[in-house]
């Protein structure tokens, strides 16, 4: 893959803006001739995620995979033209998703509607345990203490994704609610 540069965090919470991953600050504002956010090629927008030096965009990449479950076959794609350790990253975030999207299936429904399962890609490749089991709790549990070292705790890195992207999403249906009942 050829080396392009990376772009700097407002143009990359700006692109995340566009597919709906909207509970990181800092975008830039910058906007289309349309006034509509531009658009950032999947691809691309999770090549420079998993490369991006910022823990926060890295972690969004499960984020925008919950959002944007038919990412899955991009995120193939793209795993195997990275480095080593952003290939990595991309993995380990897509994963996670796998996990929280079984572990948060009813309140992912309640915001996003019906959307496809993910399929459980890398989990057996990975040694992880099945994605159905406990319900996710257990591979995201393992996949935590892989990445982090540590053997338990209360609530994974990955888990405040999914808090903030809940929070995120409670916001705006709220924001909605008293604009449908005028």
């Known amino acids: 893959m050829q080396q392009r540069h990376q772009p700097d965090w407002p143009v990359l919470v700006d692109a995340l803006s566009a597919y709906g991953?909207?509970?990181?600050?800092?975008?830039?504002?910058?906007?289309?001739?349309?006034?509509?956010?531009v658009q950032m090629d999947p691809l691309d927008l999770l090549t420079y995620l998993a490369q991006s030096p910022e823990p926060h965009l890295r972690q969004a990449l499960a984020a925008?995979?919950?959002?944007h479950p038919e990412l899955a076959p991009i995120?193939?794609?793209?795993?195997?033209?990275l480095p080593p350790t952003s290939g990595n990253v991309l993995i380990g975030s897509y994963v996670a998703a796998v996990y929280l999207q079984r572990l948060?299936?009813?309140?992912?429904?309640?915001?996003?509607?019906?959307?496809?399962?993910?399929?459980?890609?890398?989990?057996?490749?990975?040694g992880l345990p099945a994605a159905d089991a406990h319900y996710g709790k257990l591979g995201l549990a393992t996949l935590e203490a892989r990445r982090s070292g540590r053997a338990h705790r209360r609530s994974s890195a990955?888990?405040?994704v999914a808090l903030?992207?809940?929070?995120?999403?409670?916001?705006?249906r709220a924001a909605l609610q008293p604009a449908m009942a005028a």
């Open 64 to 67: 925008l995979f919950l959002v």
């Open 104 to 126: 948060w299936r009813t309140r992912l429904r309640r915001y996003l509607g019906d959307q496809p399962a993910l399929p459980p890609l890398w989990v057996d490749e990975l």
């Open 75 to 81: 995120a193939t794609q793209v795993a195997g033209t």
């Open 164 to 172: 903030h992207l809940f929070g995120q999403l409670q916001a705006e």
């Open 21 to 37: 991953v909207r509970y990181l600050s800092g975008a830039s504002g910058d906007s289309g001739a349309s006034g509509e956010p």
């Open 158 to 160: 990955y888990e405040q």
